[in-house]
């Protein structure tokens, strides 16, 4: 069996949302621990760990709760970075590997940074038919969306490829659904894309999104 990729001290950027694999991330920056991080990992041309969180709040405040978070997280890889003024940094972020968390540290300034095993790419799976509704449901809400705001972040014209891809459709019906936090996380950790899509169709069929 082969041993998992390790990375040592990565920075983690706690949040109150789960960033899939192949999703984009827009973050507005301001609290120095993560100015400097994020000016660090763009210098370095290195990602930054995103997890969600499970107590806390993604700013710090006084007399708050400390952050806990989940230990699986997604990598983040800084697409494009701007600074509209001083004291404050606009991020595009894409999400690439999962990894597990297997030691985390606080430093005094208040980051946390965790030495993590990279979790397996999701294994390229075709849409069954039974699911291909889902497909055809996410390609018409992605296409009003691009309608919409062509310039939006979240404005993205699928491949025929990726349309039928499990994991891909899946990974970004997770990101559109107003579910749990809690349920969006299981889902991102689940290593079986098809199984993720099957609950994803369970909810869109309930909802009515995709009959």
Not at 56 to 84: H, M, N, Y
Not at 119 to 139: C, E, F, H, S, Y
Request: hydrophobic fraction near 45%; aromatic fraction near 4%.
């Amino acid at each position: 069996m082969t041993p998992p990729l390790t990375l040592s001290s990565l920075p983690l950027f706690p949040l109150g949302s789960v960033l899939f694999p192949g999703g984009v991330l827009a973050l507005r920056v301001f609290e120095v621990r993560y100015l400097d991080m994020v000016r660090k990992c763009r210098q370095a041309g290195a990602p930054f760990g995103v997890v969600s969180l499970t107590q806390g709040s993604e700013v710090r405040q006084a007399g708050a709760p400390e952050e806990q978070f989940s230990d699986v997280g997604t990598l983040a890889v800084i697409e494009q970075l701007d600074t509209p003024q001083p004291g404050l940094v606009t991020l595009l972020c894409r999400g690439s590997q999962r990894f597990r968390i297997t030691q985390r540290s606080h430093l005094p300034h208040g980051l946390w940074i965790a030495n993590v095993d990279h979790i397996g790419q999701d294994l390229p799976v075709p849409v069954p038919d039974d699911l291909k509704k889902a497909a055809n449901a996410l390609a018409q809400v992605l296409n009003t969306l691009q309608q919409r705001d062509p310039d939006a972040a979240s404005a993205i014209t699928p491949t025929a490829a990726q349309l039928d891809d499990c994991g891909w459709v899946a990974n970004r019906w997770c990101e559109l659904l107003p579910v749990p936090l809690a349920l969006k996380q299981r889902l991102m950790e689940l290593d079986n894309p098809l199984v993720r899509l099957e609950l994803v169709g369970d909810v869109l069929e309930r909802t009515g999104i995709a009959q």
